[in-house]
């Protein structure tokens, strides 16, 4: 497969258009960032990425994170987006800026464990309440921010949720603002230890009400990717 690289540019900057539209409307003052997912585009696609502009990817599966990371540490900075087991701590942390799926007080321990330097992290909140995504539920963020301070290499910069999918963006927006408004109640609890200033929320479908809502990161894939990738 081969990434038409001036269709991507297209659209990478209609969405970041999009993305400065939203935020306009909305009248909030914060910087948002375009995530490029890249769980389906292979190593050999990633460098037409950085000839297309794109500097901020997001990898979901450890292994090829490793990859990619491997060969393209100078061109891109990289997050980790995807459930993140123990396990695989070890081999995630030197690879990435920010890990945006932190669910568990065990996989705090454990990356607390690997890290050699501060680590930047988001909790994870399933603020939807479906059973198939993962997350805390937003009640117990309080709580488990308040045990995460034991561990001082762990430093969480704020929240991401994945929100259900819907043919109308519209349908979702309540699960960005309970986002935007647990990070609103708890960041004063916990600063200066935390920030909690990053929201991760919005994707392909959905990015531009997340933006609206507060969001500065969106995760975007399928609405970069069409037309820019072939066989």
């Known amino acids: 497969?081969?990434?038409?690289?001036?269709?991507?540019?297209?659209?990478?900057?209609?969405?970041?258009?999009?993305?400065?539209?939203?935020?306009?409307?909305?009248?909030?003052?914060?910087?948002?960032?375009?995530?490029?997912?890249?769980?389906?585009?292979?190593?050999?696609?990633?460098?037409?990425?950085?000839?297309?502009?794109?500097?901020?990817?997001?990898?979901?599966?450890?292994?090829?994170?490793?990859?990619?990371?491997?060969?393209?540490?100078?061109?891109?900075?990289?997050?980790?987006?995807?459930?993140?087991?123990?396990?695989?701590?070890?081999?995630?942390?030197?690879?990435?800026?920010?890990?945006?799926?932190?669910?568990?007080?065990?996989?705090?321990?454990?990356?607390?464990?690997?890290?050699?330097?501060?680590?930047?992290?988001?909790?994870?909140?399933?603020?939807?309440?479906?059973?198939?995504?993962?997350?805390?539920?937003?009640g117990d963020a309080e709580a488990f921010l308040e045990q995460s301070q034991a561990f001082e290499k762990v430093r969480f910069k704020g929240f991401m949720t994945m929100a259900p999918f819907v043919r109308e963006p519209e349908d979702v927006r309540l699960v960005f603002r309970g986002l935007r408004e647990l990070r609103d109640r708890l960041a004063p609890l916990f600063a200066p230890r935390y920030s909690l200033s990053e929201l991760s929320m919005g994707m392909s479908n959905d990015y531009e009400v997340a933006v609206e809502e507060g969001a500065t990161i969106v995760r975007l894939g399928s609405t970069l990717f069409a037309g820019a990738q072939g066989g």
Not at 81 to 88: A, V
Not at 98 to 120: I, P
């Open 1 to 138: 497969m081969a990434i038409d690289i001036e269709q991507m540019r297209m659209n990478v900057t209609a969405a970041e258009a999009r993305i400065e539209e939203a935020r306009r409307r909305s009248g909030r003052g914060q910087q948002v960032r375009l995530l490029v997912a890249t769980k389906y585009v292979g190593l050999d696609e990633m460098g037409s990425l950085a000839q297309a502009g794109v500097r901020l990817v997001g990898e979901n599966r450890a292994e090829e994170l490793d990859r990619k990371w491997g060969a393209f540490s100078e061109m891109f900075e990289f997050h980790f987006i995807g459930h993140l087991q123990s396990r695989k701590v070890r081999s995630v942390l030197p690879c990435v800026s920010l890990v945006h799926s932190v669910d568990s007080l065990t996989l705090v321990s454990e990356m607390d464990r690997r890290a050699e330097s501060v680590v930047d992290a988001l909790l994870e909140v399933n603020v939807s309440g479906e059973t198939s995504k993962y997350g805390i539920l937003p």
